[in-house]
């Protein structure tokens, strides 16, 4: 190889130590070498990616991701390869799109947001190389709620408040963080890799962003489709605002169910009887009793027939009450009759509202009692309810409490008790937006993955409530509603009124409340590509492609988008729905501050590198179904890294001076079995891998991947490739071969792995001049695909069967070698009975002689008499002895012998089972049927030849 072009240096080179270019470490012995860390070894890197021509000591001896990672994302995004190309071959082809799922812009990235970003960039760079105009569009969320209260936090410390400062100082105290902090969250993207196109960036609160939600706002409040009314919330008392159902914890917390004896006023005509009568409700809060409007119970319920329509006396308020019939009373619950509250609870108003029931407001919204608490106004809401049960134990009201569970709900942001609260908000009407969204997704418009989500999504759509979408807060869009002093009535405009439109009076004001977060969020899909106007990006990238989020904000996110894409633009957003599920920690618990177990993937990276948390990330997940971070995994991962970079030195370090290049796969000509099984391989991987990311199962993906890799290609066929390297006539075959091999894994590996597999790539093709390679760069070379002929012709059935039996021979002669404690530096005889087999097994007896290391195998079609005091082993249809004479302790033997007839025997039990069931035998594909015959039958033959040895040694 030519030597390269001389490069600057980086100053993290310069701190490595003195060494230039050529005095890199000799190459390891092969794939298999032991790995090294970046700590054992002195490295040189360059400022820019690997180009040009270089020799094989000017690449390092081990992988360090520091070294590499934000030179290569850097060179990228300089480079514009995140931006969508246009196909030139193929002008009308259908872009690719996703939007990210915008992260709070509150702090840093947790583990959430790297098996997002992880999934998403493998679709992306998968169909970036498929040749498809690739787009993902990232951004970040206003977060109203949280980045308040972090804010406010933050001015606390300067002994003032925002009321202090105002409305107008206090945003722009706001402004200042984000601006400060916004940055962060995109180079916490660019260290997990994501190739977005950051050109394209877009943030909740952004001009054009705020224009689409005011008019979406005001188009739905012109539809009558958004409405100011009175319903029960989630409130907040510490953060002083109604928050979403998604912003609520629910916790079960030890509590008590307190029984309480309602007087019962006597019925119409009748005497005060002599002793009083009751009727017993059980409260979880009995604080809120004070603001009872009536009891009720079941209709259908016999116990309480004969009093529906009369009244009770409110036990410390001395109010009149009526018991009432409602369908909603849980007859089974306490004792059957319930006390309504329509002020402070959801099921309650809804009763109340059907029979016309007053409303009581007993706690207020600072979560202290009210006036008209009577004489516990002024009480902190759980002092009152400690006091009121005192005062219900004197007046020999208080029946009895039991221990319960309680599901208590907390403000995620500041763990403070939510208290539910009747008050004056905006809402939209849901069901006429969702019967749309609902179709999409029942009549396969948009595809729900896992396939089981589409029932919860589907049963929620069809039990849809109204939303809240007003929020008591200063951050975020504000309502485009002003209300007129001088005739009382509302001006909904796009644009900031100086009048009144009913009566034109100028006394009007802004309503001072916020829209909910995801109003603006349910508009991310078709709002980021500039909507309402009618841009080109909106015409190319709409609908998007696919959402991949998490399961546990379908509801609050992933509906009102498929909502709002129909009812604005006309189509759903995206034809697929891809839900991840929740990193936990090694022993399966969520991550909280409070367990102390949350992990930062800063610091996970920073110890073993983006790649080895993506790629563990990506296949330990399954769609839908949680997955644990478990340190072993990493380790295996970054080992992984290790061995791609420990293969490619020795591929570039063993074929250097070999010509013939990098052929295309459909170019090379196997001769061995070994070439002929690892493209025969290869070519299967490729297909399987293809069609599983197609189907968005990325975990089995890259776990095939991993395997052929590592077992396939480094353990196996690298070490064929030595011995085929010694002989001339197969010299540059094999060369080009494991050349080309490794160029075709690293593009499948790509996605996966962006940083190791781009720097191991520029290597392999340095002596390629840039105009003959494929590509410039692999971020942008195309998917490995080869046409039906060529994938025909490198499919070899037969040779993936030989030489599947190759390896089961020297495996089996491998652990017997181990087992007995024979000296790995020497050779042993082996005899091979192989039956008719037996010519192929000649054919590769000098590939087993140097694989197995034993002498020039024996290789018989038959046997007359098996060997003295030799171990017998079987492979396949293969009978193996290694005739092991002074070596072989016969005890052990038989042990081992022992070991696997039960195996074997096992084996037979359970396909006799599915071959006994009729079920099995008649539905099963008939192919499928005869594959498990077939190996009953090898089995069977297998166990009575190891019965036969085992017989022979006693």
Known sequence: MATETTKPRTKA????????????????EGANATHNTAAQTTQTTQTEPATGQRRLDTIPSAYDPKLVEERLYRW???????????????????????????PNVTGALHLGHAITATLEDIMIRFHRMRGDPTLWVPGEDHAGIATQNVVEKQIALEDTNRHELGREKFLERVWEWVNKYKHRI??????????????????????????????????????????RGERIINWCPRCMSAISDLEVDTIETPGKLTYIRYPLEPAEGEQQPDEPEYIMVATTRPETMLGDTAIAVNPNDARYAGLIGRYAILPLMNRRIPIVGDDAVDASFGTGAVKVTPAHDPTDFEIGQRHDLERIQVIGFDARMTDQAGAYA??????????????????????????????????????????????????????????????????????????????????????????????QLWWGHRIPVWYCATCGKMTVALEDPTACAHCGSEQI????????????????????????????????????SV??????????????????????????????????????????????KSLGNVVDPLDVMDEFGTDALRFMLATTSTP????????????????????????????????????????????????????????????RLIGEATRLIDDFQFGEAGRQINEFFWSEYCDWYIEIAKIQLRDEAQRERTAQILRSVLDQTLRLLHPYMPFVTEEVWQHLYAETPTNKRPAEALIIAPWPALDAKAATRLRDATAEDDFALIQEIVTRIRDARKQANVDPSRRVKAILVGGKQSAMLKQQSALIEQLARTEAPQIERKLAAKPAQAMALVAGSVDIFLPLAGLLDIEKEMVRLDKEIADRQQAIARARARLDNADFV????????????DALAAAESALARLQVQRAELT
């Open 509 to 544: 004001e802004q309503d001072p409340d916020v829209l909910d977060t995801w109003f603006s969020s349910w508009l991310w899909p078709f709002s980021t590509l500039g909507w309402p106007e009618d841009t080109p990006d909106l015409r190319r990238y709409y609908p998007t």
């Open 922 to 933: 008649t539905r099963a594909k008939p192919e499928i049927v005869q594959k498990e015959r």
């Open 624 to 683: 839908g179904n949680d997955m644990k971070l478990v340190r072993e995994r990493l380790i295996g991962s970054r080992n992984f890294a290790n061995k791609i970079w420990n293969a490619a030195r020795f591929v570039i370090g063993q074929t250097e001076g070999i010509g013939g290049g990098i052929p295309s796969l459909d170019a090379l000509q196997p001769k061995t079995l070994a070439d002929r099984w690892i493209l025969g391989r290869l070519t």
């Open 547 to 592: 959402l991949e989020t998490g399961y546990d904000i379908i509801f609050f996110w992933v509906v009102r988008m498929m909502m709002a894409g129909i009812h604005f633009m006309g189509v759903a957003p995206f034809h697929t729905i891809y839900l991840h599920g929740i990193v936990r920690d090694a022993e399966g618990r969520k991550m909280s």
């Open 378 to 471: 002024g009480q902190d809401r759980f002092e009152a309810r400690e006091h009121i049960i005192e005062d219900l134990r004197s007046q020999g009201l208080l029946d009895h409490q039991e221990d319960y569970t309680i599901p208590v709900g907390h403000c995620s942001r500041c763990q403070t008790v939510i208290e539910p609260l009747i008050s004056m908000q905006w809402w939209v009407k849901m069901a006429p937006l969702a019967s749309g969204a609902l179709g999409a997704v029942r009549y396969g418009q948009t595809r729900v993955v896992p396939e089981r989500f589409e029932k919860i999504y589907i049963d929620w759509m069809e039990n849809i409530h109204d939303w809240n979408i007003s929020r």
């Open 13 to 28: 080179a310069e701190a490595n130590g003195k060494h230039g270019a050529n005095d890199a470490t000799a190459p390891t």
């Open 186 to 227: 995109q180079d916490q993207h660019r260290r997990l890799g994501a190739s977005c196109d950051w050109s394209r960036e877009r943030f909740t609160l952004d001009e054009g962003l705020a224009r689409a939600v005011r008019l979406v706002f005001v188009r739905l409040y012109e539809e009558g489709l958004i409405y």
């Open 76 to 102: 990228w995004e300089e480079s514009g390869y995140f931006k969508p190309r246009e196909n030139p071959n193929d002008p009308d082809r259908r872009p690719f799109v996703i939007s990210m799922p915008p």
